[in-house]
Nanobody
Framework: VQLQASGGGLVQAGGSLRVSCVPSKRTFSGYAMGWFRQAPGKEREFVAA????????DYADSVKGRFTIDRGYEKNSMYLQMNSLKPEDTAVYFC??????????????????WGQGTLVTVSS
C-alpha cells in the first residue's frame, strides 16, 4: 500500500469530517489524485479529484457544494473536507493517484495507486 487514508469515523448527519491521504514509501510528485467511495453492496464510485497543479478540481454531483478536495503544503498529500454529511455518504473512502500531469479523471481504472480505505459512517 503506497497511500495511507485516515480520518474516517462516526458522525451525525449534518456534521463534518476531514479525511486524509498521505503517501508511504514514495512520492507522488506530478500525479493527479482522487477520492472514491464504496458503500455496502454498491460499486465503487467517484467522489472528487484534484490535478497536480491544483488548478483543476472535479466533484461528483452528489457531493458538490458540500465536499472540498485539496492537497497538502508540498502537494504530496491530499485531503477531503466533508461538510453537511448525509447518511448516504456512508462508505469506505479510498484515495488514489493517477500519473497525469494535467487535469483529472473520474475513472477508477486510470488510477495506478490506491490506499486501503477509511470508513465514514453518518448516522441519521
Amino acid at each position: 500500500v503506497q497511500l495511507q487514508a485516515s480520518g474516517g469515523g462516526l458522525v451525525q448527519a449534518g456534521g463534518s469530517l476531514r479525511v486524509s491521504c498521505v503517501p508511504s514509501k514514495r512520492t507522488f510528485s506530478g500525479y493527479a489524485m482522487g477520492w472514491f467511495r464504496q458503500a455496502p453492496g454498491k460499486e465503487r464510485e467517484f467522489v472528487a479529484a484534484i490535478s497536480w497543479s491544483e488548478s483543476s478540481t472535479d466533484y461528483a454531483d452528489s457531493v458538490k457544494g458540500r465536499f472540498t478536495i485539496d492537497r497538502g503544503y508540498e502537494k504530496n498529500s491530499m485531503y477531503l473536507q466533508m461538510n453537511s454529511l448525509k447518511p448516504e455518504d456512508t462508505a469506505v473512502y479510498f484515495c488514489a493517484a493517477d500519473r497525469r500531469s494535467y487535469g483529472t479523471s473520474r475513472y477508477a481504472v486510470e488510477y495506478e495507486y490506491w490506499g486501503q480505505g477509511t470508513l465514514v459512517t453518518v448516522s441519521s
